[in-house]
């Protein structure tokens, strides 16, 4: 479209990157957190902060809660087994009006008080691939156009580069603040290519039977067809029977998956239909071991406790699907490997936020005053710093409103995700109205409400950080204030030097004006 | 100005809905040959899915490289007409 293709793909590079990239922000800062999910869900639910137990609980003292699940009528129940990042035990049915959640005690069974928050399983893992937008699943397909866009943001950002191996050895921090920020823009871009390409393709290949139902329509009756089948869960797709048929012990059903596995422990189990004449117990594999996600689901009839089915080998094909989900979802068990993810994620952000910042510095002097750059300028910091913000308030309304809290009709849970979305409207606003100190402002609130999450959380909890490094099972805890302290020192430091270089910039304006006159 | 921008949108919507389309009728056309040859269906939708996205991501560069806007529109047209032409021969969902 331009002169020639080099040309065509720097516009290409440059405006898709300007439209998309506070989405790609979005997405790829939720990503990178749910890296540590489970350790966010243990500093956001106290309750489940315990020590993991030695020995399994049998699966036979959940029985209160099938049964529970059985008179509610829930069309299926499961219990989600302890792990080395999960030490508490989960069971969740769901009737057709609500799913209903319990952490147990590992120990002693017991369930544990209610926390009343999604956490970031629940709120900022669902935010990573569908932008918490369940309207007509409208969120996946933008995160869906975001990745593409992405995808042409990384070959079209090769293209338009003349020197890729000189890049990966050029910083030049002291240089103008435009060149400091293409180095950086150059440098998290080269040397992360391959994490951006290989985490935005196998999300679009996770989700791939929704974006493009076609080829599922080509051969299959309909999607679910295709779902169950690739996944071994086609014992799933029976009727639903008659009720009254009590569920055989799961613990023998349990003994039976596990010699069939070869002693693998499940990860979890899942009762369909239960109390139905046709209904299946089913246990899933966990892939702690293994990067291939690989369930091998094992179901048994629920009534009478007879094999039904086992999932079939994985095809090649198949296998390879499952490596790239497995690569994407991470749930082997490989801590280094999981901190590389973290950092890696978080290069894809400073990738992300200083291709915006550089658009604009490269344009601030010359439309400095049109609309289109002060949206762009605006959009900019409300969706970096201020979606960064919009996390912190989400963490501090976790630990300050009180057990059972309800607000306009509106449940905890429901309030500490409105806290997250008033911070970022209002991060926007700030954007908008004060573009000249936002970036300053912001990073300084980052570095105030990081540190008042940590404090927060030892008032609250009383496990602050020098109690959290001693003990083992509150690691997790303790890593959370690790990083948040370490951001907040970050992001002083940032602000700081960044109010510096406002200060020089004004004295210089000002002795240019000097002379003038 | 407003030509030109007329012509930005056009090619916008070209390479991501008419992309878009065109990867679809091919895949489905693919996925159902693969069928018809004799591999599983669910290897062929999977594998499917996973070159579908390459496919599209070329058409989509494709577009804007492409200085003649009509020879992409008319590839991308001929795609989906196979495509639905070839879906309406052999049924769906056999």
Same mark, same amino acid.
């Given at each position: 479209?331009?002169?020639?293709?080099?040309?065509?793909?720097?516009?290409?590079?440059?405006?898709?990157?300007?439209?998309?990239?506070?989405?790609?922000?979005?997405?790829?800062?939720?990503?990178?957190?749910?890296?540590?999910?489970?350790?966010?869900?243990?500093?956001?639910?106290?309750?489940?902060?315990?020590?993991?137990?030695?020995?399994?609980?049998?699966?036979?003292?959940?029985?209160?809660?099938?049964?529970?699940?059985?008179?509610?009528?829930?069309?299926?129940?499961?219990?989600?087994?302890?792990?080395?990042?999960?030490?508490?035990?989960?069971?969740?049915?769901?009737?057709?009006?609500?799913?209903?959640?319990?952490?147990?005690?590992?120990?002693?069974?017991?369930?544990?008080?209610?926390?009343?928050?999604?956490?970031?399983?629940?709120?900022?893992?669902?935010?990573?691939?569908?932008?918490?937008?369940?309207?007509?699943?409208?969120?996946?397909?933008?995160?869906?156009?975001?990745?593409?866009?992405?995808?042409?943001?990384?070959?079209?950002?090769?293209?338009?580069?003349?020197?890729?191996?000189?890049?990966?050895?050029?910083?030049?921090?002291?240089?103008?603040?435009?060149?400091?920020?293409?180095?950086?823009?150059?440098?998290?871009?080269?040397?992360?290519?391959?994490?951006?390409?290989?985490?935005?393709?196998?999300?679009?290949?996770?989700?791939?039977?929704?974006?493009?139902?076609?080829?599922?329509?080509?051969?299959?009756?309909?999607?679910?067809?295709?779902?169950?089948?690739?996944?071994?869960?086609?014992?799933?797709?029976?009727?639903?029977?008659?009720?009254?048929?009590?569920?055989?012990?799961?613990?023998?059903?349990?003994?039976?998956?596990?010699?069939?596995?070869?002693?693998?422990?499940?990860?979890?189990?899942?009762?369909?239909?239960?109390?139905?004449?046709?209904?299946?117990?089913?246990?899933?594999?966990?892939?702690?071991?293994?990067?291939?996600?690989?369930?091998?689901?094992?179901?048994?009839?629920?009534?009478?406790?007879?094999?039904?089915?086992?999932?079939?080998?994985?095809?090649?094909?198949?296998?390879?699907?499952?490596?790239?989900?497995?690569?994407?979802?991470?749930?082997?068990?490989?801590?280094?490997?999981?901190?590389?993810?973290?950092?890696?994620?978080?290069?894809?952000?400073?990738?992300?936020?200083?291709?915006?910042?550089?658009?604009?510095?490269?344009?601030?002097?010359?439309?400095?005053?049109?609309?289109?750059?002060?949206? @762009?300028? *605006?959009?900019? +910091?409300?969706?970096? /710093? !201020?979606?960064? $913000?919009?996390? #912190? =308030?989400?963490?501090?309304?976790? &630990?300050?409103?009180?057990?059972?809290?309800?607000?306009?009709?509106?449940?905890?849970?429901?309030?500490?995700?409105?806290?997250?979305?008033?911070?970022?409207?209002?991060?926007?606003?700030?954007?908008?109205?004060?573009?000249?100190?936002?970036?300053?402002?912001?990073?300084?609130?980052?570095?105030?409400?990081?540190?008042?999450?940590?404090?927060?959380?030892?008032?609250?909890?009383?496990?602050?950080?020098?109690?959290?490094?001693?003990?083992?099972?509150?690691?997790? @805890?303790? *890593?959370?204030? +690790?990083?948040?302290? /370490? !951001?907040?020192? $970050?992001?002083? #430091? =940032?602000?700081?030097?960044?109010? &510096?270089?406002?200060?020089?910039?004004?004295?210089?304006?000002?002795?240019?004006?000097?002379?003038?006159? | 100005?407003?030509?030109?921008?007329?012509?930005?949108?056009?090619?916008?919507?070209?390479?991501?809905?008419?992309?878009?389309?065109?990867?679809?009728?091919?895949?489905?056309?693919?996925?159902?040959?693969?069928?018809?040859?004799?591999?599983?269906?669910?290897?062929?939708?999977?594998?499917?899915?996973?070159?579908?996205?390459?496919?599209?991501?070329?058409?989509?560069?494709?577009?804007?490289?492409?200085?003649?806007?009509?020879?992409?529109?008319?590839?991308?047209?001929?795609?989906?007409?196979?495509?639905?032409?070839?879906?309406?021969?052999?049924?769906?969902?056999?």
């Amino acid at each position: 479209m331009k002169q020639d293709f080099r040309r065509s793909m720097g516009w290409l590079h440059t405006w898709a990157g300007v439209v998309l990239g506070s989405i790609l922000f979005a997405i790829f800062w939720m990503g990178t957190l749910s890296v540590f999910d489970c350790e966010i869900d243990l500093w956001m639910k106290p309750a489940t902060r315990v020590a993991p137990a030695h020995t399994l609980l049998p699966l036979e003292r959940f029985r209160s809660s099938l049964d529970e699940a059985i008179a509610a009528k829930a069309s299926f129940w499961n219990v989600t087994f302890p792990s080395d990042r999960d030490a508490v035990f989960h069971t969740r049915y769901g009737t057709r009006k609500k799913m209903i959640s319990r952490d147990i005690d590992p120990v002693t069974g017991r369930m544990l008080p209610d926390s009343g928050t999604l956490g970031a399983t629940e709120f900022i893992f669902p935010f990573h691939y569908t932008l918490n937008i369940e309207l007509m699943s409208l969120g996946e397909w933008i995160v869906g156009l975001a990745s593409m866009a992405m995808l042409a943001l990384c070959i079209t950002g090769v293209i338009i580069h003349r020197k890729i191996f000189v890049d990966f050895f050029t910083f030049r921090p002291h240089a103008n603040p435009r060149r400091m920020l293409l180095d950086l823009h150059n440098i998290s871009g080269v040397l992360g290519l391959p994490f951006h390409i290989i985490l935005t393709f196998s999300g679009l290949v996770i989700l791939g039977a929704t974006y493009f139902p076609a080829g599922v329509n080509a051969v299959y009756p309909n999607t679910r067809a295709y779902f169950f089948e690739s996944n071994g869960l086609s014992f799933l797709s029976v009727k639903h029977g008659k009720p009254g048929a009590p569920v055989v012990s799961l613990d023998e059903a349990a003994m039976r998956a596990r010699s069939l596995w070869g002693g693998d422990d499940p990860h979890l189990v899942l009762v369909a239909n239960p109390g139905m004449t046709t209904s299946r117990i089913a246990f899933f594999r966990g892939s702690e071991r293994q990067v291939v996600v690989d369930r091998d689901v094992i179901a048994f009839d629920g009534s009478t406790g007879q094999l039904i089915s086992r999932a079939s080998r994985l095809t090649p094909i198949m296998r390879a699907q499952r490596f790239l989900s497995g690569l994407h979802l991470i749930e082997f068990r490989q801590w280094v490997l999981r901190w590389l993810y973290f950092l890696l994620g978080l290069g894809s952000c400073v990738l992300i936020a200083t291709g915006f910042l550089f658009w604009l510095e490269s344009r601030r002097k010359r439309q400095g005053t049109q609309i289109g750059f002060r949206l @762009v300028e *605006g959009i900019a +910091a409300g969706s970096i /710093t !201020g979606i960064i $913000l919009a996390t #912190l =308030a989400f963490f501090i309304a976790n &630990r300050l409103l009180p057990a059972g809290a309800r607000f306009c009709g509106l449940e905890r849970a429901s309030l500490e995700v409105s806290a997250f979305y008033l911070v970022w409207l209002a991060a926007c606003v700030h954007g908008w109205l004060r573009p000249r100190q936002v970036w300053i402002v912001q990073c300084a609130a980052i570095g105030l409400l990081a540190s008042v999450a940590v404090v927060l959380n030892w008032i609250t909890t009383g496990d602050h950080p020098l109690r959290t490094f001693f003990v083992r099972y509150l690691w997790p @805890v303790g *890593g959370m204030d +690790a990083l948040l302290l /370490t !951001g907040a020192a $970050l992001s002083f #430091l =940032a602000a700081l030097y960044l109010s &510096r270089r406002a200060g020089h910039r004004e004295v210089a304006i000002r002795s240019a004006r000097g002379e003038a006159i | 100005m407003s030509s030109s921008w007329l012509k930005v949108v056009a090619r916008i919507l070209l390479a991501v809905g008419g992309g878009y389309f065109a990867s679809s009728a091919v895949m489905e056309i693919f996925c159902f040959l693969l069928v018809a040859l004799g591999m599983s269906r669910s290897d062929a939708v999977t594998l499917g899915i996973m070159l579908v996205f390459v496919l599209y991501l070329c058409l989509l560069l494709w577009v804007f490289a492409e200085t003649a806007l009509w020879r992409s529109a008319a590839m991308f047209l001929l795609l989906i007409v196979c495509g639905y032409g070839f879906s309406s021969f052999v049924g769906h969902g056999s």
